[in-house]
């Protein structure tokens, strides 16, 4: 106690090694749950523009293959939308992130020395990981890492069929095209030559594609366990070997 009234009266002195009273620890336990709740929340905020795309894109593909004389181009109209999709939900995975990163800190630092019978131990080294996040709030991923993951989640799916589609309907939709002209013509999107339209679909799906495989690549090489919830916490790389329980003593 003595400890905590000297460090108290002159900030500059040693903190206390821990607090773990009974209120410090229902209130972490309250804190937990709001920031679990947050992250559902903002879960299933993802969970709303995904479905937004998947309906788009259903009625895109009913519009071009409704009749022999429609269009190809919703199906265009409806990957431009997806792009919209992809970075709202991006941008909403990133606060995501945020909740997650709280929630999964308070499980690392708080639950997982209680589940290892150390006890409810709160340190305070005058600046961990937890209480600067709640000082500056920032973001734990970067725009392109979460696009990334969102393509490589659901929307490189949603592009391919897309993409699948759109080759479907110049190619075999009323009849199968028996040239490379008709086919180029088939392709043709109002003022926009059908090859020019083509070269900039290809060129679409291998920049999503690039971009899904390159956030994925950083990923593994990051060899930093948690890198993207613990950035300033080394002591979670070196987590000790669970030792064996032992035989069981039947009374």
Known sequence: MSSDIEFLEDPESDPPEA??????????????????????????????????AVITTGIGLSVSFSSASASPFPIVLVGALCIMFLMLEARRYRFFYVWRFRARVL???????????????????????????????????SSLRAIGRRLRRNYGWIFAIQGAAYFAKIAIHPTDVLTWGEFVRRAH?????????????????????????????????????????LRSRSDVNRRPKAQPLGDIQQD
Not at 113 to 128: E, F, K, N, V, Y
Request: glycine content about 8%.
């Open 107 to 141: 499980e690392i630092a708080f639950y997982v020395p209680m589940l290892r019978g150390q006890g409810a131990r709160i340190p305070l080294d005058r600046g961990t990981a937890l209480s600067d996040d709640y000082e500056k709030p920032q973001y734990r991923i």
């Open 19 to 52: 607090i773990a009273g009974s209120k410090e620890v229902g209130a972490l336990a309250h804190l937990y749950r709001a920031e679990v709740y947050r992250s559902t929340i903002w879960r299933q905020r993802l969970d709303q523009t995904t479905n937004w």
């Open 189 to 229: 999107l109002g003022p926009i030559p059908g090859l020019v339209a083509l070269i900039c679909g290809l060129l679409f799906h291998v920049a999503w594609i690039t971009l899904a495989w390159k956030t994925w690549f950083d990923e593994r090489s990051d060899k930093t366990k948690m890198e993207d919830f």
